[in-house]
């Protein structure tokens, strides 16, 4: 069974920085690409940061751009995001999101874990 685990959400003060986790158990994705979505309330999910399976290329959202990073560890099968400069409008439900390829991560496959909630107060 796949399995994907986000943990590092919470609740910060807009400004703030945050770092999620998403480990992987079940199969190993050190050949996958990973991703990070996020849904907001009333909102349809939305694309954040992509990164290829070797972390050579990494991908993200204009709304992140510059405030968001995303890493990986194969050796750990864990991804991360570090959000810095946190705003009001990055509140959401965080979900971690693994397929074969960034490409069909974005066209809708792949697993996803349960997701963590991120909240920026003003």
């Given amino acids: 069974q796949v399995q994907l685990v986000e943990s590092g959400g919470g609740l910060v003060q807009a400004g703030g920085s945050l770092r999620l986790s998403c480990a992987a158990s079940g199969r190993t994705f050190s050949t996958y690409a990973r991703g990070w979505f996020r849904q907001a309330p009333g909102k349809e999910r939305e694309f954040v940061a992509a ?72």
Wanted: aromatic share 12%; proline share 3%.
């Fill in 51 to 122: 990164i290829s399976w070797s972390g050579g290329a990494t991908y993200y959202a204009d709304s992140v751009k510059g405030r968001f990073t995303m890493s990986r560890d194969n050796g750990k099968n864990t991804v991360y995001l570090q959000m810095n400069s946190l705003k009001p409008e990055d509140t959401a439900v965080y979900y971690c999101k693994a397929a074969p390829t960034v490409q069909a991560m974005r066209d809708g496959f792949g697993s996803w874990g349960q997701g963590t909630q991120v909240t920026v107060s003003s």
